[in-house]
């Protein structure tokens, strides 16, 4: 049974950090790509970095870039992401989902053209 199961979410003040945690099961995590995605109420979602398949090619939309850290532990089958500095703005429930397609930059999100599994999100609030 294919799972993606989001942790490590949870409320942080504003320049703290968190690390969430994407725990996939039932498919070779190396040949997924895996995007973060996040939405905020009323926001469209965004595609806030995504790591490729095979190469671990790392991409970041500005807003986080230099604050943000998306990696990939295959031996325990989960996809990070270290998030430092973090602003009232970054406050949204972040999703991780998976697909066999590269890393697309696309209308300012990263994206996959296609994408086999979704996880349950978790939320991140940044507030003093």
């Known amino acids: 049974q294919v799972q993606l199961v989001e942790s490590g979410g949870g409320l942080v003040q504003p320049g703290g950090s968190l690390r969430l945690s994407c725990a996939t099961s039932?498919?070779?995590?190396?040949?997924?790509?895996i995007v973060w995605f996040r939405q905020a109420p009323g926001k469209e979602r965004e595609g806030v970095s995504c790591?490729?398949?095979?190469?671990?090619?790392?991409y970041y939309i500005d807003s986080v870039k230099g604050r943000f850290t998306i990696s990939r532990d295959n031996a325990k089958n989960t996809v990070y992401l270290q998030m430092n500095s973090l602003k009232p703005e970054d406050t949204a429930t972040y999703y991780c989902a998976a697909g066999t397609d590269t890393c697309t930059y696309y209308s300012g999100s990263y994206v996959l053209n296609e994408y086999d599994w979704w996880g349950q999100g978790t939320q991140v609030t940044v507030s003093s």
């Open positions: 790591i490729s398949k095979g190469d671990g090619n790392a």
């Open positions: 039932g498919f070779t995590l190396d040949d997924y790509s």
